[in-house]
């Protein structure tokens, strides 16, 4: 794995910005193994304090039918809210399902304004970001989602875990990394 776009002001980051640890997760909001990783990476954040941070990327597949529209919902409720409410959207979809038809009623949800955000997400406004990061991804090694990419910033060494792996092997690949 190389050739991994650098994290930037651009990126969802959840955690210390600072912190020496980045998990990249390239995810689709309709991937049941995503859905299934999300609250392990909730309890990494947790268990590691300000030494980790989880950046989240678009890796909508094509075969979700609602994966690219979700992709695009997370960006508009980032537009709308911020990087909180970009973070509170992929909780809320992966706790109730991606569902095309519910994005604006998850929106209000969180606290959105439902109107700004469907016509944002009609828009298709973000429909070219999310695949240029699907094709960064894709360029950097990622084959599937949820695809991990675990960082050491300071000496730069990667780890991968790929797939929803059980909680104790993204630890041992940040214990490895933090040595």
């Not at 709308?80 to 409410?85: H, P, R, T, W």
């Not at 439902?114 to 990061?133: H, N, P, W």
């Not at 084959?143 to 929803?164: D, E, F, H, M, Y």
Request: charged letters at 20%; a negative charge; glycine letters at 8%.
């Amino acid at each position: 794995f190389s050739d991994i776009p650098a994290v930037t002001d651009a990126d969802h980051i959840r955690g210390n910005a600072d912190a020496t640890i980045t998990i990249i997760e390239y995810s689709d909001t309709e991937c049941p193994f995503c859905a299934r990783v999300h609250p392990t990476m909730v309890q990494l954040l947790k268990d590691y304090g300000d030494k980790v941070n989880w950046v989240f990327r678009h890796y909508p597949l094509s075969f979700h039918p609602s994966a690219q529209k979700g992709a695009e919902s997370l960006e508009c409720a980032a537009e709308l809210g911020g990087n909180d409410k970009f973070w509170a959207m992929i909780d809320l979809i992966y706790e109730k399902g991606s569902d095309l038809t519910k994005f604006g009623e998850y929106a209000k949800e969180i606290g959105l304004n439902q109107t700004a955000f469907q016509k944002c997400l009609d828009s298709g406004k973000y429909a070219t970001k999310t695949a240029e990061m699907m094709q960064s991804g894709t360029k950097a090694g990622i084959q599937g989602t949820p695809g991990n990419l675990i960082i050491n910033n300071k000496t730069k060494k990667v780890a991968v875990v790929s797939g929803a792996q059980p909680l104790q092997n993204f630890k041992t690949a940040i214990d490895g990394l933090l040595k």
